[in-house]
């Protein structure tokens, strides 16, 4: 098993900034996909930014909606993810979630952290 736990939301203006921590433990070794997914009101959860590691290197994919604003970065000794996120629209208002895929195409999700980008 896999725990995911996240930290960072919150409420901010528009043009503002946040940063979203993911903190993995457990079955660490099994993993070959970590990221952030979101889901505003009435919506289907969508793909924010992944990160995948192989035996050829990693690969980082973000959501056309948040290239140039968002950055997804990873620090391997505390397990963590990072998403740090600029300029932030009211759009981008959702509970942001993060995920863990594992080598055997198991997912894995944290509770969730709400993200509002209000004036």
């Known amino acids: 098993q896999v725990q995911l736990v996240e930290s960072g939301g919150g409420l901010v203006q528009p043009g503002g900034s946040l940063r979203l921590s993911c903190a993995a433990s457990?079955?660490?070794?099994?993993?070959?996909?970590m990221g952030w997914y979101r889901q505003a009101p009435g919506k289907q959860r969508e793909l924010v930014a992944t990160i995948t590691v192989g035996a050829r290197g990693s690969s980082i994919n973000y959501a056309d909606s948040v290239k140039g604003r968002f950055t997804l970065s990873g620090d391997a000794a505390k397990n963590t993810v990072y998403l740090e996120m600029n300029n932030l629209k009211p759009e981008d208002t959702a509970v942001y979630y993060c995920?863990?895929?594992?080598?055997?195409?198991?997912?894995?999700w944290g509770q969730g952290t709400q993200v509002t980008v209000s004036s």
């Open positions: 457990g079955m660490i070794f099994s993993i070959k996909t």
């Open positions: 995920s863990a895929l594992s080598i055997i195409e198991k997912d894995y």
